[in-house]
């Protein structure tokens, strides 16, 4: 784990750390390639499908806490939605990066375990190291600036082909949060929907928001908004907002010195005792034991 940091410049609000920047518009995605190295702040987010690639190199993510180590020469997949950031990195080799819109990810109708896994905050990697997936990213990177519909279109094939192959032979979970809700085969505009609010929810968790706000964020009632969310999701917009909040807070807890009323606040929630009842009934233990088994 990396030293804990007191710097109030560290502690900037999480809703105003969201990285918009990987964020591909519909029917696109984004790749980047660079040297993988420890973060600059504390965590990140961003409402992207990640799908990674490291070469000549091992390095350690942190999600709110939770440690998972990826290999080199293997492919990982998970939500960036969680909090997550680069403890640790072995060697001096390169990650390559692809950013998939949410909306396209399920839209592709994967088989259901995959997606069920993703949707829920599992970390996935392929289990055994092959030289199509070194030569297929290097492929995709080299080619990236081709930008016509066309490319992309060939470019977005390759990548759900390559997500198939690996539902079929299996994969790894090098980190997995909890216990995994039905996925139901929805629209694509329905997808739509479903995308902004896990949007609004993870750039504003830390204030005041309900269950209205959230629905409003992509033109809905509440009515209509909070089974179609269900569907897609397996969980309620309420335990949505409830998961954000709480990994943000297991992540202060963590990582920071930061007081637990101070946690409770930053974290959106309206009292400390609320905070104490919500966090103890998800974790089985209070705040303060928590920041302690984790250090």
Not at 105 to 111: D, E, I, S, T
Not at 123 to 142: G, M
Not at 157 to 182: H, M, Q, S, V
Request: glycine share 4%; aromatic share 8%; proline share 4%.
């Amino acid at each position: 784990m990396s030293q804990k940091s007191n710097d109030l410049a560290d502690l900037i609000p999480f809703s105003e750390r969201v990285d918009k920047t990987r964020v591909p518009a519909a029917n696109d995605f984004i790749i980047e390639r660079h040297v993988p190295t420890l973060f600059d702040s504390p965590y990140h987010h961003h409402t992207s499908v990640e799908i990674n690639f490291l070469q000549g190199c091992e390095m350690t993510y942190s999600f709110s806490g939770n440690e998972a180590h990826v290999t080199a020469d293997s492919m990982t997949v998970f939500w960036g939605a969680s909090p997550h950031r680069v403890t640790d990195v072995v060697g001096k080799g390169l990650i390559t990066n692809i950013y998939l819109s949410l909306g396209q990810f399920v839209r592709w109708g994967l088989p259901t375990e995959m997606v069920d896994a993703i949707l829920t905050g599992a970390v996935i990697s392929s289990p055994n190291q092959n030289t199509y997936d070194k030569l297929l990213f290097e492929r995709l990177y080299a080619e990236h600036k081709l930008k016509s519909a066309t490319w992309t279109r060939l470019h977005l094939d390759e990548i759900e082909t390559r997500l198939r192959r690996l539902a079929l032979e299996g994969w790894d979970t090098i980190f997995a949060p909890g216990n995994t809700p039905k996925q139901m085969e929805v629209t694509s505009k329905a997808m739509l929907h479903v995308e902004a609010m896990l949007r609004y929810i993870a750039d504003n968790f830390t204030i005041p928001i309900n269950v209205t706000d959230i629905a409003q964020a992509t033109s809905l009632s509440a009515g209509r908004a909070r089974p179609l969310f269900k569907q897609v999701i397996g969980a309620s917009i309420k335990q949505q907002l409830m998961r954000a909040r709480l990994s943000h807070a297991r992540m202060l807890l963590t990582e920071t010195d930061t007081k637990i009323a101070s946690i409770a606040l930053d974290s959106g929630f309206s009292s400390l005792s609320a905070f104490y009842e919500a966090f103890t009934k998800a974790n089985k233990m209070s705040p303060a034991q928590y920041r302690k088994n984790a250090r």
